[in-house]
């Protein structure tokens, strides 16, 4: 795929999901640095406009900006076309790599969390959550799943179907049945897009509700998420964008008028105090460590390299 169509597929959803994308967008800059065959003036010129396409295709999830930071870390000093081309290539496969190891720790880490007979409850589709549902249910616990339709793009559609192929009990919910259910649920499992230097979760909209609904009944709210989905740009007091997205995804094909305005957020905020713990490759950690993790896990070379 060139920068043009992964960009393309990141924004019109094709690719969707904070890590995969985060993936897809390492990816493309790796795959420029491979094909190069100019000088290293137009290899980081190209570089640059790649990563400006992948960064303005959504603009919510930090993952995003991590894996482009992590793909072109420190490139800029390089002397020569092929030193940048081998450093590009090299940080991205870590990148991708420590990615992909990260979903098995975190399935590992967040399994023992799941007791054999839970029912879990799961928002939207979640690499990162359901790698733990998918860990347990391989270890042979006993688990039923209960997962929201998660409007307007039915994300738990897929969510449904990944752990029914998988054979784990599951059921599907409209997310305002969420209350209704929450009686007879022993774990909330959901996934992050950013998670702020104050501990606050991004996340997929109607996260916050499931938070609060989850605190009212004490049942534990737990956040699947690998380290580059904290954020150091918060650390600056920059604040998250939330998307928003076109009144057709609500709509469909029902009969609204012209005259109804649609709002479409696509992610919202959950405070950390409805958080009981983050399921992270480092280990369970409360929502309160995210700003040791973003300096001493992400470190300087995420934070101060790239805002000055
Ligand atoms: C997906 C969503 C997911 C997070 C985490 O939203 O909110 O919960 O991205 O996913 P969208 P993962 O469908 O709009 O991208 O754990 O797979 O990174």
């Known amino acids: 795929m ?112 799941i007791r054999d007979g839970d029912v879990v409850l799961t928002h939207c589709n979640s690499h990162a959550a359901l790698s733990v549902i998918k860990e347990a249910h391989r270890q042979g616990k006993r688990l039923e ?31 305002s049945a969420v209350r209704s259910v929450m009686r007879s649920v022993d774990l909330v499992l959901v996934g992050a897009d950013t998670i702020t230097s104050s501990g606050v979760l991004i996340n997929k909209i109607g996260t916050s509700q499931i938070a609060l609904i989850a605190s009212e009944a004490r049942v534990p709210f737990l956040v699947c998420s690998e380290t580059y989905k904290f954020s150091p740009v918060t650390l600056f007091g920059e604040l998250v964008e939330i998307e928003e997205r076109g009144r057709a995804e609500i709509i469909g094909d029902a009969d609204v008028s012209e005259n109804v305005e649609v709002r479409n957020p696509v992610f919202d905020a959950t405070p950390p105090e409805y958080i009981d713990s983050m399921v992270t490759e480092i280990g369970m950690i409360p929502p309160f460590a995210a700003y040791e993790v973003i300096v001493k896990i992400l470190g300087p070379d995420y934070i101060f390299e790239n805002k000055e």
């Open 145 to 175: 799943v209960i997962a929201t339709e998660s409007r307007p793009w039915r994300q738990g559609v897929i969510t449904v179907n990944e752990l029914a192929a998988e054979g784990v009990p599951v059921t599907m919910i409209v997310d």
């Open 2 to 113: 060139s920068v043009q169509e992964t960009a393309e597929a990141i924004r019109s959803m094709e690719i969707r999901g904070a890590g995969r994308i985060a993936r897809a967008g390492v990816r493309a800059l790796c795959e420029i640095a491979e094909a190069h065959s100019g000088d290293r003036e137009s290899l980081l010129k190209d570089l640059d406009d790649a990563k400006e396409q992948i960064l303005s295709s959504r603009p919510t999830a930090i993952s995003l900006w991590n894996g482009v930071q992590a793909a072109m870390h420190g490139v800029a000093d390089l002397p020569s076309a092929e030193s940048v081309k081998e450093r590009v290539v090299e940080n991205s496969r870590a990148f991708i790599g420590r990615s992909e190891r990260a979903m098995g720790s975190i399935g590992r880490i967040g399994a023992n969390r």
